[in-house]
């Protein structure tokens, strides 16, 4: 039976008669919450004027391949955050989580301050790739979440906060985007032409970003702690300069306590312990077919010398390549991969519905052919699309406060990934119908399919970052895990938009515009076929529920095998 946790004034909790639980990370995870705000906020900054960006650069005279250029744009960011992807977690293993993060932040920073000074699509590419090459910070702040919570009654609330810091991102970077591109067209009265602002119409929401951006680097330096298990030992000067500015200021706790040497040893030791607890699952999908006789990481944890194991451990993975084929299972291989096809499908929905949204009727109108032949658009401006994609944002923000922690703990990440894979191909297969419907009813029509791609996306990411979590064999391979999980993601994100984009093009000039989003709707079912094959971390292969007679046994099998291998006897548990 599972006992209610009590508080202690420590800032922990305890289980009467089991191991203290840590208290939750929240000051922690406001800081790594004001760092990742700042690339929502750039990223999507952008999705409002592309398709106007585009025409400005005057590459093509052809309205239909707007799209393609602008999936261009939208993919060299992430072609480039593939090629880096993998080297940026293996740093992070190396160097520490805090220095990649501000490295990524930085790079962000210069980034769109490049790409507000573009003056033709070439510079604009040079800057998205910038962008791409210096940022690794998605696989690290996965992996720095799962280091600051390491208690599986606590994923389903750590795993939604950084979700929820997206779509705030997506609320404002929208917003701003659409609302200071082109200032001299939309305020004549305040900006004038033949300023600096008419010469480069787009820098004005760039310039917006990289100060956020700025923000965000000076947040993280001076209170961000690391994370690492190893490197989180070593002495950090930002960190101290941040608490000593917060001394002088009666109203504020320090960001983080000293501790004495001991203290960190024991939290260096608790840090190490694989990911996987069988005997600590996520509420309400616990199961009983877990067998905790069998499994090697119970055993080496009865162990008292936990230190000389998780040594021995690092030392092997080094001889092997941070053992590639230990650390890589198939269940690791098979989410990272249904990781990739979801990135996929859900950046090309994002990258398709502003161009979607600003696109005109065609002047030389094509006589449509129901169910598949047709061609339209919704013609709005570039503040209309901004507008829209911020109301999505704020209620992504809703469903990711009040409706994922109450999902994920209700039905467990697996069965809720598994239920939306299956079902995401029906998104894409209905929305280019919505340009058919009467005008009256099209933003009704694009309401509910926003709050469904919205709903959808909110639960599905949170559960694969929960089961990456759950599969990964230690805390020591979790950054390269979440390093290639990001390089595999970034990859697909980068062919999403260039294909949908050639495919819109394709389909607005041979009368089918809705082909894009019934491409996407095909990789969706791929997609549901790799995420049904992947297993449930919380079952293991014998099915024999623990029962106290076969508890006792277990633990007399703990202690003879660590007294043979020259350990001191484990105490039994009682």
């Known amino acids: 039976m599972r006992h209610s946790p009590l508080t202690r004034t420590s800032g922990s909790s305890v289980n009467n008669g089991r191991a203290p639980v840590p208290a939750f990370p929240r000051r922690q995870m406001l800081v790594l919450a004001i760092c990742r705000i700042c690339e929502p906020i750039a990223f999507m900054g952008i999705f409002p004027y592309v398709y106007f960006m585009i025409e400005d650069f005057h590459v093509t005279e052809d309205a239909s391949r707007i799209a393609f250029y602008a999936g261009m744009v939208t993919s060299a960011f992430t072609f480039a955050e593939f090629s880096t992807g993998l080297l940026w977690g293996r740093l992070s293993d190396k160097i520490g989580r805090k220095p990649v993060l501000l490295t990524g932040l930085a790079g962000t920073a210069l980034s769109v301050l490049v790409f507000g000074f573009a003056p033709n699509l070439t510079v604009a590419l040079l800057a998205r790739a910038i962008g791409g090459l210096l940022n690794g910070n998605m696989g690290v702040v996965q992996t720095t979440v799962t280091e600051l919570v390491t208690n599986k009654e606590q994923q389903p609330r750590a795993y939604t906060i950084m979700p929820v810091v997206w779509c705030l991102g997506s609320i404002i970077g929208p917003m701003i985007g659409g609302a200071l591109a082109r200032p001299c067209i939309s305020y004549p009265s305040l900006f004038s032409p033949g300023t600096i602002w008419d010469r480069y119409p787009y820098l004005l929401p760039n310039l917006f970003s990289a100060f956020i951006v700025l923000i965000g680097v000076v947040n993280g330096f001076l209170f961000l702690e690391e ?102 299972t198939r269940p690791v291989v098979l989410n ?42 919704f013609n709005l401006d570039s503040k209309t699309v901004g507008i829209i994609l911020s109301l999505q944002g704020a209620y992504q923000l809703l469903v990711n406060m009040f409706l994922v922690p109450r999902v994920l703990s209700r039905f467990g990440p697996l069965r809720s990934f598994r239920f939306i894979v299956v079902a ?35 639960i599905v990411y ?9 599969l990964a064999p230690s805390h020591l391979a979790l950054g390269t895990i979440n390093g290639v ?17 050639i495919l819109y093009s394709v389909g607005l000039k041979t009368g089918y515009s809705g082909l894009a989003w019934w491409s996407s709707a095909l990789v969706a079912i791929g997609g549901a076929i790799v995420g049904l094959r992947i297993p449930d971390p919380t079952v293991r292969s014998t099915p024999t529920p623990p029962s106290q007679d076969n508890a006792h046994d277990r633990d007399v099998e703990v202690a003879e095998q660590s007294q043979a291998s020259g350990h001191a006897q484990a105490n039994p548990r009682s």
């Not at 398709?352 to 129901?370: C, G, H, Q, Y």
């Not at 099209?442 to 959808?456: D, E, N, P, Q």
């Not at 999980?485 to 984009?501: D, E, K, Q, V």
């Open 462 to 470: 949170p559960s694969n970052a929960i089961l990456i979590a759950d």
């Open 227 to 328: 994370t690492h298990s190893q490197k989180k030992m070593q002495r950090d000067r930002g960190l101290e300069l941040g608490n000593w500015i917060l001394d002088r200021i009666a109203r504020f706790r320090r960001c983080a306590e000293p501790r004495d040497e001991k203290s960190k040893l024991k939290d260096r030791e608790d840090e190490m312990q694989p990911l996987l607890d069988h005997d600590e699952q996520l509420p309400t999908y616990r199961t009983n077919d877990n067998t905790p006789a069998n499994s090697p990481r119970l055993k080496s944890a009865s162990a008292p010398t936990i230190t000389q194991d998780v040594l021995d451990l690092t030392q092997s993975m080094e001889d092997v390549g941070v053992g590639f084929s230990k650390t890589f």
């Open 336 to 377: 990272i991969i249904s990781f990739g096809i979801l990135a996929f499908h859900t950046m090309t929905f994002d990258q398709l519905l502003p161009v979607f949204l600003a696109t005109a009727p065609p002047k030389n109108r094509i006589e449509p052919s129901l169910p598949l032949k047709f061609v339209d658009g």
């Open 424 to 458: 995401y191909f029906l998104l894409y297969l209905l929305t280019p119908y919505l340009v058919l419907l009467p005008p009256a009813y099209r933003m009704i029509g694009l309401a509910i399919v926003l709050a469904w791609k919205c709903t959808f996306s909110t």
């Open 485 to 501: 999980a990001a390089s595999t993601a970034s990859l697909c994100r980068a062919f999403g938009p260039t294909i949908s984009g």
